[in-house]
């Protein structure tokens, strides 16, 4: 064998460790793990015109970059954060846990844990990659043959909406403002649904009180990761329609929930991250028909949880990761481990 010469070698030593360091393309290194391993339930729901639609589970998607990101529920990925990051978290659970994913073909390898574990940790940068969007890719019911209004969320926001018409393409965008988007639930419906995908540093007070001109139109919002205060939910509760709020990782705390008592139609409340704690609970009581709460990364107590429920027999009160079933309904969580 040649002996390596003594430069060569030096050469060698020196670009190992930068080698070592290359930053993690996404792309390259981990869209193909997940394209391998997750996009069989993760990926472009598929619409059969003989069968029900086949869905992301747990309404979860990763086959796209706007769908990792906009995801409401629990944090799906927290840039540098991998233990606040769903994703990471569940495909680096023990052997033998229930909630290891992928369920089938067993667990992702070492190397590829570490591997998305370091991505997210060098900042969850997705490079140029994008990935399927909203509405691409994805095969739609035919006008003939609209898909029939059978889930517990479609027929609530019917109810809602009956006997509203659209709003003007201008009020819309008058209050998007720019940076927020406002779609119909369904369509013809004169409901709407508003996210902020890409632009939550942008989110402020000022940005709600902007929405807040559609008055009761908003039945679903998301403001997640944004700049939004305890301020902000007094316009919120004056939302008359609002089913559905997401608030994680915001400043929110206990004198937000406290204004929040006139959103009497709220279902869903995500709490993911706030400055919530024992004090703020008993304000849910003021929340009729509240059916569904996120405490987990709060610095709520099991005993105050242990008290709310006492009084809320029927709330889902989720307080450790979870993935909803589907998109339409959330059944009771099943309890794993006690939130850190």
Known sequence: ?????????????????????????????????????????????ATDLKGPSKRPKGNLRLDGKSYMLERHGEAVLTAGKPASSLLYELIALPKGDPDLMPPEGGPLKADEQA???????????FGAWEGNKPGAGQSPVPAAAPAPVTS??????????????PLPADRLAAAAGGIALIEAVAQ???????????????????????????????????LGRSRVTDKALALIAGMERLARLDL?????????LAKLAGAKELRYLNLFGTKVSDAGLPLLVELPRLESVYLWRTAVSEDAVAVLRKRLPKLSVVTAPRLPANDEEEPAPRRRRQAN
């Open 188 to 222: 013809g419906s004169g409901l709407y649904r508003v996210a902020f995908s890409a632009h939550e540093a942008e989110v402020d007070d000022a940005a709600v009180k902007r929405l807040a001109t559609l008055g009761d139109r908003i039945v679903e919002l998301r």
């Open 1 to 45: 064998m040649r002996p390596v010469h003594p430069f060569a070698a030096f050469l060698l030593l020196v670009a190992a460790p930068l080698v070592a360091q290359e930053k993690v393309d996404f792309a390259r290194d981990v869209q193909p793990i997940l394209s391998r391993s997750c996009y069989e339930c993760h990926g472009n729901p």
């Open 152 to 165: 517990s969320r479609s027929r609530l926001y019917e109810e809602l909406g009956r006997g509203l018409e």
């Open 115 to 125: 591997l998305i574990r370091r991505w997210i940790e060098e900042g969850a940068d």
């Open 248 to 256: 994680r990782e915001t400043a929110v705390g206990d004198a937000g």
